[in-house]
C-alpha cells in the first residue's frame, strides 16, 4: 500500500497563528482526503483533493500529484483546530483507507 | 456533505457479553461499510471491509468469530462483539463512501466508544 508521512508529528501554537502540515506519500494516487479528528474522536472530512488547490475559510489544501505531496494550511488557528489532522491518499477506488499516525495539534488561547 | 451515524456512542458491558453497534448512511446509499478500531493516542486501524449483502472481508489478525458483521442493507452496517473481554475496551468507528458523488469521498460516524468490565 501507499506510505504516507505527515509532519510535524506534533505541533504547538499559540492562537491566531498560521500553520501548515505537509504529507510525503510513495505513490501516485486518485483519491486524497484530509480528516480532522476532534478530541471528541469525531473524524471531520476537511478536503478531498487528489490534485490542486481547494480553500475553506481558514483551511486551504493544495496537492501537487506529481511530486506526491499534499499541504494542509491553517491561518489565524483557533483552540477548536486542536485535535489530530490526517492525510489519507489512496489509489484504489472503493477500497477502505489507510490511516498513518497523523499531525498532532494544539492550539492554546 | 453526507451523513454517518452510530449507534450507540457510548456503552458499558460486563466481560462475558455481547454488544451491537450499528452503523447508518442517513442520506445516502453505501454498498461498502468499513468498521475501524482505534486505541488511546493511536491511529485508526481497519478492521473489516462490509459489503451489502455479502460477507464482510476482515483484515489480517482480527477474529471473524469475535466481531460479526452484517450489513443486511444499503444504509445500515452492524458490528457484534461478542464474548467481549476487557482487552476488546476501545473506540470503534464506522466510515461509508458515498458513490454516487463520483468522488468516492468516505465519511465517518461519531464512533462508539466501548468500555469492557
Known amino acids: 500500500g501507499i506510505q504516507v508521512e505527515q509532519s510535524p508529528p506534533d505541533l504547538i501554537l499559540q492562537e491566531g497563528a498560521n500553520s501548515t502540515l505537509r504529507c510525503n506519500f510513495s505513490?501516485?494516487?486518485?483519491?486524497l482526503q484530509w480528516f480532522h479528528q476532534n478530541p471528541w474522536g469525531q473524524l471531520i472530512n476537511l478536503f478531498y483533493i487528489p490534485s490542486g488547490t481547494k480553500q475553506n475559510g481558514r483551511l486551504s489544501a493544495t496537492t501537487v500529484a506529481t511530486e506526491r505531496y499534499s499541504l494542509l494550511y491553517i491561518s489565524s488557528s483557533q483552540t477548536t483546530d486542536s485535535g489530530v489532522y490526517f492525510c489519507v491518499p489512496s489509489n484504489q477506488a472503493g477500497t477502505a483507507l489507510i490511516f498513518g499516525k497523523g499531525t498532532t495539534l494544539s492550539v492554546s488561547s | 456533505g453526507a451523513v454517518v451515524s452510530q449507534h450507540p456512542s457510548r456503552v458499558i458491558c460486563k466481560s462475558g457479553t455481547s454488544v451491537k453497534i450499528e452503523c447508518r448512511s442517513l442520506?445516502?446509499?453505501?454498498?461498502?461499510m468499513f468498521w475501524y478500531r482505534q486505541f488511546p493516542k493511536q491511529s485508526l486501524m481497519l478492521m473489516a471491509t462490509s459489503n451489502e449483502g455479502s460477507k464482510a472481508t476482515y483484515e489480517q489478525g482480527v477474529e471473524k468469530d469475535k466481531f460479526l458483521i452484517n450489513h443486511a442493507s444499503l444504509t445500515l452496517s452492524t458490528l457484534t462483539v461478542t464474548s467481549a473481554h476487557p482487552e476488546d475496551s476501545s473506540f470503534y468507528i464506522c466510515s461509508a463512501r458515498d458513490l454516487t458523488s463520483g468522488y468516492h469521498e468516505q465519511y465517518f460516524g461519531p464512533g462508539t466508544r466501548l468500555t469492557v468490565t
Open positions: 442520506d445516502f446509499q453505501a454498498t461498502t
Open positions: 505513490d501516485s494516487v486518485n483519491n
